[in-house]
């Protein structure tokens, strides 16, 4: 096994369950996929050679009960053509396959959130900075006080670096606020080439706000927000910084910015 695809199967497992990418029994190259928030688990195959050469979808393992007939042969075709479009020589393509299958539509939108009819979920596609909005407003004003980050272990991979920090917050405000106020009081973060951040407030009235921003890290604040998600946590803000060393990581610096955020996360 090649060290990029055990860092992936990490990574994977860490963030989606730890049953969702295995070995299949006796077959070195031979993986079971278990579908994230799914109940079909399909055949995967990694050449020797990975990430030199793609991974290729064999055949449905197993289904559940609640999958309706034909389903899962879609599904295998789908996930076949994912990995067409994401896979680039060189480069871990199976957690792009996995977002590119989950993650949540871009841009604004309101649903219900949980069980409760009453309870909804305000999000706010993320950019450069985020922009106070109109729900941010309906939440009272508070005093943020001195933040208490928590932080993560330290990453370095090819001379860059990464570190993660967590703390509390209770309005998107707090949020905004913190983050100016951490990146104001520390040099080197301020000289960082990323501060990617992402957070998920439940307010009052059964509305919840949640909020990303990539720091121009493409579609990192967003994975950062899915971890959130998929972690279920709540009152809380993550900020993942990256100092660039000069190599570029591929995709696999989308894995560092979320195991950081998990490390920050589980703290």
């Known amino acids: 096994m090649s060290e990029e695809l055990k860092d992936e199967i990490e990574a994977i497992n860490s963030i989606y369950g730890a049953s969702t990418l295995q070995e299949s029994c006796g077959e070195a190259t031979k993986y079971r996929l278990t579908l994230p928030e799914q109940t079909i ?3 995967l195959q990694f050449p020797a050679d990975y990430p030199d050469s793609a991974p290729a979808v064999l055949r449905v393992l197993s289904v559940g009960d609640d999958v309706p007939k034909g389903k899962a042969a879609q599904v295998q ?12 020589a060189g480069q871990v393509c199976l957690f792009d396959v996995l977002e590119e299958l989950s ?7 309101e649903q219900p959130l949980g ?4 309870q909804h979920v305000v999000e706010h596609e993320g950019g450069r900075r985020t922009q106070s909005s109109t729900a941010d407003e309906q939440m009272p004003t508070e005093d943020p006080g001195i933040p208490q980050w928590v932080l993560a272990d330290t ?3 090819k001379k860059s670096v990464f570190v993660a920090r967590c703390a509390a917050v209770s309005s998107p405000a707090m949020a905004r606020s913190h983050v100016a106020s951490l990146i104001e009081s520390d040099k080197k973060l301020a000289k960082a080439h990323h501060n990617i951040t992402a957070y998920r407030i439940r307010g009052e009235g059964g509305v919840a706000y949640q909020d990303y921003d990539d720091d121009g890290e493409t579609a990192a604040g967003g994975r950062l927000l899915h971890l959130m998600q998929l972690m279920d946590i709540w009152n809380a ?12 990581l591929g995709p696999d610096r989308y894995i560092y910015f979320i195991l950081c955020g998990e490390d920050a996360d589980g703290e």
């Open 41 to 43: 688990t399909l055949l």
């Open 237 to 248: 803000m993550v900020v993942v910084t990256r100092w660039y060393g000069g190599v570029q």
């Open 155 to 157: 990453v370095q991979e």
């Open 103 to 109: 993650l949540p539509t871009d841009g604004a939108t």
């Open 77 to 88: 075709l789908q996930v076949q053509n994912v990995i067409d479009e994401k896979f680039q």
């Open 115 to 118: 069980n409760s009819p009453d």
